[in-house]
C-alpha cells in the first residue's frame, strides 16, 4: 500500500485525533496539522508526527506555540487563511477536512482549488455551499471522499450498481440520547444527559445534533451534493445499534447495506488508503454477539432536524446556510445554558420564516453574510 502524504485539519478535535491514530496505524505521513487553539494538544502532535508544516488560526495561540516549539524544524503559520499556504508548501496527496462548523468551508475550498484530494468530515461545507463546492470540485477534477459513517456507507454500497439503477438512499441514524422519549420528556433535559451519546464517542457540537437530530437533516443535505441525488429519494431510518451505517436501494429492490462495529476511525482509514482497503484498525463485527438489527421511522413531530433541513432545501439559496448558522448558534447558547433543548427547533423554523434572502447570488461573500445574518436573529430572540 502507497504511503500517502496528509494534512488533518482541525487536528486537536474528535476527527482529528482519530484521523491521527489512523494514520499511525497505518504508516501514513502527516505532513501538515492545522487547529485553531488547543496549542499544547497541538504541540504533542507536532512532537509526534514530524509534521514540515503546522497552522494555528488564532494568531495570538501561535505566538505562543512558536516559543514552545523553537528547537522544532517546522514552520509554523498563522491566520484563518494560512491552510493555502500550507497545502502550497507540502504538496499533500490527500487533506482531511475534521474542522467543526461553517469554519470549514475555507479548509475545503483551499483544497479543491489546489487540486488535491478531499476527505471531507465537515459536512457544514455541502450544507452552506454544496453547489459552490461540487461546482469547484468537477471544475479542478476533485474526488470528494465522505469521512462520516453514514455517506462512507453509501458511497461503498454504490460500488453495487450503475447510476440509473439506484431508487434511494437510505441514512440511519441511532437517533440519539432520547429515542423514543417524548416532547413532554425533552422539556427539561439537561447539557449532561444530551452529550451521552449511546454509541459514538464525538465533539459536543455534533452530540447535541444526533440528540436534535439535526445532525441527520444535514446528512441528507450532504448526500443529496455527494452523489447527485434528489432529496426526495433520500430516507432516513432510526436504527438504534449503529451497525447498519446506510444503505442503497435499487430499481430491482434489493438493497445492500454496509456494517461495521460504530467506531470512526475505521470510517477515515478507509477514505485514506481509497481505492485500496488497508488491514483492519478496527474490531471484528460479531452479530451473532449483536442478535438483532433494528429500524424505525423517524418521529418527525417529536424531533425536527431532519423536517427542517428538508424545509431549508425546499426554500432554497441560502437557507440551509441560514439553518447551519442559526443551529451552530443555538447549541453554543445551549452547551451555555442559554437557552432549553425543546426550545431550538421552534427558534430554527422562526429564523427560516423570517429571513428574507431569496434571489441572493450564493458565493462565499453571501454564505459568511446569511451566516452572521442568521446567528444574530438567534441571539435576539433567545
Same mark, same amino acid.
Given at each position: 500500500m502507497r504511503v500517502k502524504k496528509i494534512i488533518v485539519a482541525g487536528s486537536t478535535g474528535s476527527i482529528g485525533q482519530q484521523t491521527l491514530a489512523a494514520a499511525r496505524y497505518l504508516g501514513m505521513r502527516v505532513c501538515g496539522l492545522l487547529a485553531h487553539s488547543s496549542i499544547k494538544l497541538l504541540e504533542d502532535q507536532i512532537r509526534e508526527f514530524s509534521p514540515s508544516c503546522a497552522v494555528v488560526v488564532d494568531e495570538e495561540k501561535c505566538k505562543e506555540l512558536k516559543l514552545r516549539i523553537k528547537d522544532l524544524d517546522v514552520c509554523l503559520l498563522c491566520g484563518p487563511g494560512a491552510i493555502e499556504e500550507m497545502i502550497a508548501k507540502v504538496k499533500p496527496d490527500i487533506v482531511v477536512n475534521?474542522?467543526?462548523?461553517?469554519?470549514?468551508?475555507?479548509?475545503?475550498?483551499?483544497?479543491?482549488r489546489a487540486g488535491k484530494t478531499l476527505a471531507l468530515a465537515n459536512k457544514e461545507s455541502l450544507v452552506v455551499a454544496g453547489e459552490l463546492v461540487t461546482r469547484l470540485a468537477k471544475e479542478h477534477s476533485v474526488q470528494i471522499l465522505p469521512v462520516d459513517s453514514e455517506h462512507s456507507a453509501i458511497f461503498q454500497c454504490l460500488m453495487a450498481g450503475t447510476e440509473s439503477e439506484v431508487k434511494s438512499l437510505i441514512l440511519t441514524a441511532s437517533g440519539g440520547p432520547f429515542f423514543g422519549k417524548s416532547g413532554e420528556f425533552l422539556?427539561?433535559?439537561s447539557v449532561e444527559q444530551v452529550l451521552k451519546h449511546p454509541n459514538w464517542e464525538m465533539g459536543e457540537k455534533i452530540t447535541v445534533d444526533c440528540a436534535t437530530l439535526m445532525n441527520k437533516g444535514f446528512e441528507v443535505l450532504e448526500a443529496g451534493w455527494l452523489f447527485g441525488v434528489d432529496l426526495e429519494k433520500i430516507k432516513v431510518l432510526i436504527h438504534p445499534q449503529s451497525v447498519v451505517h446506510s444503505m442503497v436501494e435499487f430499481v430491482d429492490n434489493s438493497v445492500? @447495506?454496509?456494517?461495521s462495529v460504530p467506531d470512526m476511525t475505521g470510517v477515515i482509514a478507509y477514505a485514506l488508503t481509497f481505492p485500496e482497503r488497508a488491514q483492519s484498525v478496527i474490531d471484528e463485527l460479531n452479530l451473532g454477539k449483536i442478535k438483532s438489527l433494528d429500524f424505525f421511522e423517524v418521529d418527525d413531530k417529536t424531533f425536527h432536524g431532519v423536517s427542517l433541513a428538508r424545509k431549508a432545501a425546499a426554500l432554497g439559496g441560502l437557507y440551509?446556510?441560514?439553518?447551519?448558522?442559526?443551529n451552530e448558534q443555538l447549541v453554543e447558547m445551549f452547551?451555555?445554558?442559554?437557552v432549553k433543548f425543546a426550545a431550538m427547533a421552534k427558534i430554527l423554523d422562526d429564523c427560516l420564516a423570517n429571513l428574507?434572502?431569496?434571489?441572493?447570488?450564493?458565493?462565499?461573500?453571501?454564505?459568511?453574510?446569511?451566516?452572521?445574518? @442568521?446567528?444574530k436573529y438567534v441571539v435576539s430572540h433567545v
Open positions: 475534521g474542522i467543526t462548523g461553517i469554519a470549514g468551508l475555507s479548509c475545503t475550498l483551499a483544497t479543491i422539556e427539561n433535559v445492500v @447495506a454496509q456494517m440551509p446556510c441560514v439553518l447551519n448558522g442559526a452547551l451555555c445554558r442559554e428574507n434572502l431569496k434571489n441572493v447570488e450564493i458565493n462565499e461573500e453571501n454564505i459568511m453574510f446569511a451566516d452572521d445574518l @442568521a446567528r
